[in-house]
């Protein structure tokens, strides 16, 4: 009886939390609206988000403002949940696809991608997210094999230094290589970088939305094999989990998640590495739990980001990289410095 009556109230501290999360994410998104230099008055926004506001209310909200707003949300989400994954499958609590070079990876085949093909196209916008794909799977085989020992399987601690290793190679390799496009292209990249939200049309949020949906279904298919992979692989593999396969499957689902994301976002690092630590330190390990609130925790960091960015040094704005890196770069000290 005390189990259950136990069990009953850890559950709705879950709810709470969940509910708690939620009401904040859609109030920084009705907040958000109005953040700009163009200001609209409150019931004016709500007027225009219900289909009643006036011609001008209605192309800056729905055709600027909410395209923006809704990718900083799906974005944070993924990137939370691709690291929640990583994390889960590395052992490693540092692990965050941008640390690893995953980001780095996909956004070097977007700038390729979009140094030949103009970016305001709706067939090279859908194809953008497969692209990065391909660019962050190719890294990730890269820092995957680099860190994998016969003996010992995948190694936590030298994950994370090949992946911070990589990264800087192929960071280095996009800066030569912006050397050579041409003055728009230029720009575009040098805001990829920087991670600015620019893809702030709704071709952008349809070309990611599939991504996320089909790939955050299949990982929480995923979350009693990824409990079981915390207690170690020879645990696991005793419990019958063919280990280097689900760990197989569930890294392409991260690495996939992650390029979708920075394909659309840009290079924002961090978001997947905050947002599992403060999830887990919220709802436990339960990855039942971890990974939905992980992604409401990321969506919210990211679009808290992108309004600061833009409200802070208006007329002109901070992309929300910038924020982010403000806020995450210190907390991953922190998590470094309580690992050592």
């Known amino acids: ?17 969940l509910a708690v999360l939620v009401i904040l994410l859609v109030g920084t998104f009705i907040y958000s609206v109005n953040a700009g230099f163009s200001k609209i008055p409150f019931l004016d926004v709500i007027k225009t988000l219900f289909g009643q506001g006036s011609a001008q209310d ?23 949940v691709s690291g929640a994954i990583l994390q889960a499958v590395s052992q490693n609590g540092l692990a965050d696809p941008g640390i690893l070079g995953i ?16 970016s305001t196209l709706d067939v090279p916008v859908m194809f953008m997210p497969l692209v990065g794909f391909m660019g962050g799977i190719v890294v990730a ?4 094999g680099l860190s994998y020992s016969r003996e010992e399987g995948l190694l936590p601690n030298r994950l994370v230094l090949t992946g911070v290793a990589v990264s800087a190679a192929v960071a280095a390799l996009m800066t030569l290589l912006t050397i050579r496009l041409d003055p728009e292209n230029y720009q575009i990249v040098a805001e990829w970088l920087a991670g600015n939200i620019w893809a702030s049309n709704w071709q952008y949020v349809f070309a990611l939305l599939p991504w996320l949906l089909v790939l955050m279904t299949v990982g929480m298919f995923k979350v009693k094999t990824m409990d079981i992979l915390g207690f170690g692989d020879q645990v696991a ?7 280097e396969r689900e760990k197989l ?3 392409v689902i991260a690495v996939a998640l992650a390029a979708a994301c920075v394909s659309v976002s840009g290079g924002i690092a961090f978001i997947g590495l905050i947002g599992p630590h403060i999830a887990r330190r919220l709802v436990g390990s339960g990855h039942r739990w971890v990974l939905p609130i992980s992604a409401l925790i990321g969506a919210l960091l990211l679009l808290v980001a992108d309004t600061i960015g833009r409200i802070i040094v208006q007329p002109s704005e901070i992309f929300a990289g910038i924020v982010v890196a403000v806020i995450g770069a210190p907390y991953f000290l922190y998590l470094l410095a309580k690992a050592k």
């Open 1 to 17: 009886m005390m189990g259950t009556t136990m069990e009953t109230k850890v559950r709705n501290k879950r709810l709470v939390i």
């Open 58 to 80: 209605t192309l800056i909200i729905s055709q600027f403002r909410l395209p923006r707003i809704v990718v900083a949300v799906l974005v944070g989400a993924g990137l939370a």
């Open 103 to 118: 980001n780095n990876g996909a956004g070097l085949a977007v700038m390729l991608y979009i140094s030949y093909f103009p």
């Open 141 to 144: 085989a890269i820092v995957y």
């Open 237 to 243: 593999t005793g419990l019958g989990v063919k280990t």
């Open 249 to 251: 499957i569930l890294l």
